[in-house]
Each structure stands twice: as structure tokens, then as C-alpha cells.
């Protein structure tokens, strides 16, 4: 949610901030603004409802000239979205010019003081309260504005990642983070810095990237070397760690895709085989995670593993709480990270905590794994965005390495996900022992073959957007699975309510006649999930049901299926494979009907309504 860009250098600013902003435009927003110093000395600040296009077209006929500045995209919690409540902010005097991701949980009571000490407010944000709070300590205790942000900042409670300008030191940023990302690029000699909510405004420009830890303060002037302090001892100055990352530009574009999200499910057999490569040997029949090793004694002596995760990452914890249970005989719970350190949970010395985020930042994901982490538990990361803050805060993990993912709605990242979590589940089962090794390596060699039948579904497209087409005028839909395929049936469910704004829900094919039988007429398509497995006979039973009701059936079969053929109006077939591993294929023809109703509805499929790419509030 929001974006944040800023630069301080020897260029022209604004195009480099544009340019940053339409690189985080993945992560969801509803207005935009910019803050330039420019050749005069003077701030100029420029705010737009709407999309960067809408601010780039506003400023073209204003004075854009500058070498330092930030920029921002919101996502609206505070305050409608308008061009008075989008960033950057103002102080009373307008000197300092503020960005802001995340939430000030006490910005009434805040608000309320400097209202008290004569301060005035044009907008209904808690973002505005905090630039005005560092100018009023600012101007009170006579300090700098790195020592007035610091000071500011441990008089605010919630989550934030912040920059600040100040127009009297225009060579000059301020930033901070605190349970919301930030990231500094350095540029050659230190001419030059770049700033964002992550690196993919930044990679194009440098490789050299500092990712700021919660509550760190950082002062950057150019030419210098970034000032470090921490809010809990602001007299030491804290040495960055500094990374150099690597990712290829040519993933952020769309290669000739019409939408980033159709790109992306038609990557997923390169990026399953890029998931598995170095970690399953079928040459060797061994899988290989060094995780495992590392952290071996713990992993074989766990008393129970708890998977906390959110939306999608969500459902692919389901698919692995049945692996992890399968082959490692060890009982999962999976939790939504919203609601687990709310109720107080048992969490022992013994528990494994996985967090699965594709961002890395996912507020309460992490906020729950730190919860964990408090209580003693081993914290397990399964996340995408190397260097993210679960990926920092983890004690071990895995990282699905799948690429970029820009699609608001999640595609590779999750078939990454449960390629990562089978991977996980046959090694340490097989590690146990509770795993019999013809078992084990024969889904190692069906595993080695999971992305050329990928490939052989993709090649279906054409027929499944046919089929997506008598979608387009449902208004509520019902998905159904059995086993593995009932979190494939609730994420199926998911991405049409995502990008398509068509209720929809996914439901255990059994539980139905417990209750959503009833929403069944000629006006309710049902999508069943229903591959061979050994609880295939009984999901024909589930079929004939809605059929007996006069409800419209679409089926994800095994290949050559002919049972359920005769009962469906419309069947796509999926190559057969083994049962553990069929999420991995039927999952692939719902994200393609979700696509295909979306575009047919002329909806933005990549950038879907309230929707943010990465969630980092509550």
C-alpha cells in the first residue's frame, strides 16, 4: 500500500521520481504528489486525485526544476482520497515537506495538542499531523531536523516510513522506518541517493541498497556517508548494511502481455523450475534445502508447525498444512496472521512458525512472527522480495524466487509458494523417515515435470477465455474442491471477487448441502475442482447435486475425464499427476477464467479497485 520515492542528487529530480512512482503503481493507490526544491530556493508542491498520469499531466505547464525531492502514491486510510489529503504535507510554515506510509495510531490525541499550541490543519490525514509535530519540536528545543524527527518520532505510536524535505537544506533528506519499508540507494561516490518503499524504483539507477531496520533514523546529504541512529539510543550512530541487489529490469515490463497479471500466470513454468532449481536433483533423487540442515535438530524435533499468512499466502498454507501432515506426520494449524496475536495464543518452545508473505511486508504477517519470535518459537519465512523485513526477521526460511510480481492479484507467487512448501514437506518427511523413499522419489521425478504441464494448460487459453466469457454477467459464483483442491477452490473464488468484482465463494464440495445448496438455480455457475483422487466419487455426488438444482457447472478435470464430461457444460482438462501435486495444475485454469472475465468486463485487471500489491497496515 502507497509508495514512496525519493531522490537527492545531481539530476533533475522530477522525471526520476515519475518514473519511481509508476514502477510502485503495482502496489495500489488512489492520488499522487510530488515535493521539488527548486533552482530558487523555493518548494513547489503538486498533488493529484487519481493516477500518476493525472499528476504528470497537471505539472506540465509548472516550474519542475530541482535536484532533491520526494513523491508518493496513496492508498486512502485516513480521510477521502482528494488532492488536500495526498501527499506530501506541509508544515504551518511550509519549510518541511512530508511522505508517509502507514498509520499514526495516536494522531488525535497529537492533533489535538498543536491545535491547542496554535497550528492549523487543511487535510484530514494523520500524516499531516506528523510534519507539523517535527516542525513544532523542531522550532521548540532549536534542533536540526535530523534530531527533531528522532525526537518526534518516539512521541508516535504505530507504523510508518517516512522522508522529509526541508527547504532551508536542500541538500538534504530525512527518513525513517518503523514496521513499514524503506530503502536507500546509493549512487557513485554518494553524488547521489535514491529512496523508496522498495527496491523496484531504485534498481535501474544502483545496485548498492541499505534497508532500513525498524526505528531508524537516517540523515542522507550528498556526498556523504548515511547517518544512522536509533529512536532507543539516539546518541550512537548505527553503520548500514549495505547490499547490492540484483534484478533484471526486463521482468518489470510486461514483454508484450496486454496486463502484467497475464504475463505472469504464463511464467509460472519458468518460474516453477526457477523455484526448484539448485533444491530438487532428479538426476540424484534428492530434494536439497539447506534449511534443514542448518537448523536440523529443531526442525525433526518440532511439536507442531504454525503457518500464519494472509489472502493467497493463506491458501497456499492450506495446501502445506496437508503435505507437512502427509510426510512429516507432524500437526499444522494455519492462521490467519490478522487474528493470531490477538487472541492470545499457546505458542511453545517446540512450534515452528512459518510466515508466508510474497511481499515480505505484510503487516500482520509480520507482526505475528514477531509475536512468535517473543515467545521463543523457531520463525520460518516463506516470502518472494529478498531482503524484505520477514525475510530479515526469520530465523530460517525459504525464498521462492519467482521474480517480480507486479499483478495486484497473486498468480506465480502462489504456485512459488506451494512449490516451496512440497519441497519443505518431502525433504524433512524424508529426513524423519516418515516418508517412504519410493514415494519420495517419485514426486521428486512428477515434480521435475509439473512446468512442461503447465505449459500444456497455458496452450489451452484460447478455449478457457471461451469459456470465461459466460462468467461475465454472473453475479454470484460458487467454487467447490475436495482435499488438496479445496484451498485451489477458495483461491480460484478469491481471484474473481479480486479483479473481476463478481461475488464469489469457495466452499469444501461436501459442506454445500450444509448451506450454500441453497443460493443453486439456472442463475448460479459452480465451478468444481474435480481432478482424480481418491475422493473423486464422491465429488461427482457433489456435481449431481447442483444438477438436480439446474445449476450451470464448469469442471478442471483430469485429461481424458469423461464421468464428469457428460455432467458439465464446460470441462477443462489438466494433465494428470500425482494427488499432492495437483494445486500446482488445477489452480492454473482459474487464474486464466478470472483473467479472461476481467478483461471482457474492461476492468483494470493489474491494478484492481481498493486492492494494494502490498499490505502494511492493519
Known sequence: MCGIVG???????????????KRLEYRGYDSAGVALINQSGAMSV??????????????SSHDLSGTVGIAHTRWATHGEPSSVNAHPHLSESGRLALVHNGIIENYSNIKEYLIGKGYHFKSSTDTEVLVQLIEFVQQRFHLDLGRAVLYALRRVVGAYAIVVLDREHPDELICARKSSP?????????????LASDALPIVGYTKHIVYLNDEEVAVIRRGQDIEVRNLSNVRDVVHPNVQDVDIDLDKLEKGGYPHYMLKEIFEQPRCIADCMRGRLMPSEQRIVLSTIQLHREQLLGAGRFIIVACGT?????LIGKQ??????QVPVEVEYASEFRYRNPVIRRDDIVI????????????AAFTLAKEHGALCFGIVNSVGSSIARASDTGIYIHVGPEIGVASTKAFTGQVTVLTLFALALGHEKGTIQQETYEQHIAELARIPEKIELILQQNDAIRDIARTLTYARNTLYMGRGMNYPVALEGALKLKEISYIHAEGYPAAEMKHGPIALVDENMPVVFVATHHR????????????IARNGRIIAVVTEGDQEVKDLASFVIEIPETLETLVPLLSVIPLQLIAYHVAVVKGLNVDQPRNLAKSVTVE
Open 46 to 59: 503538486y498533488k493529484e486525485k487519481g493516477k500518476v498520469s493525472n499528476l504528470e499531466e497537471y505539472v
Open 323 to 328: 503435505m507437512i501432515e502427509k510426510f512429516c
Open 313 to 317: 499466502s493463506w491458501h497456499a498454507g
Open 355 to 366: 510466515a508466508i508473505s510474497q511481499s515480505g511486508e505484510t503487516a500482520d504477517t509480520l
Open 535 to 546: 475422493l473423486y466419487k464422491k465429488i461427482i455426488s457433489n456435481i449431481q447435486e447442483v
Open 182 to 194: 524503506l530503502v536507500v540507494g546509493i549512487g557513485d561516490n554518494k553524488e547521489e541517493y535514491f
Open 7 to 21: 531522490y537527492l542528487g545531481t539530476r533533475d529530480a522530477f522525471p526520476l521520481l515519475i518514473e519511481g512512482l
